[in-house]
């Protein structure tokens, strides 16, 4: 029994049929490996800096301001920008 259950699983195995159903696995583990390699090599793009509302803010970088609101009652206008180094 035990022989003939091993030369039917060899037989599917090498057959047409267990072919494919061996080839679907692997050729989705290469692909999912593939894109963490391409990940793991290329990285991720480096985030923007914090926001600013000056250049002590930022420690040894400088803010590069963005926007500026209008003057409000008091005459103040209120900038901020971003932190690059």
């Known amino acids: ?3 003939n259950l091993r030369g ?3 037989e599917f195995v090498h ?3 267990g072919k494919v159903g061996i080839k679907s696995p692997l050729t ?3 692909a999912a490996g593939s894109l963490l ?3 793991a090599v290329v990285g991720t793009p480096r985030a923007e800096g914090a926001w600013c509302f000056g250049d002590a803010e930022c ?3 400088r803010c590069d301001i963005i926007d500026c ?3 409000d009652g008091a005459g103040q206008v209120t900038c ?3 932190c690059r180094d």
């Open 1 to 3: 029994m035990k022989k």
């Open 8 to 10: 039917k699983i060899r």
């Open 15 to 17: 057959s047409e049929e």
């Open 28 to 30: 989705l583990g290469v």
């Open 37 to 39: 390699l391409a990940q």
């Open 59 to 61: 420690g040894n970088g």
């Open 69 to 71: 609101t209008e003057p």
């Open 80 to 82: 901020w920008g971003v």
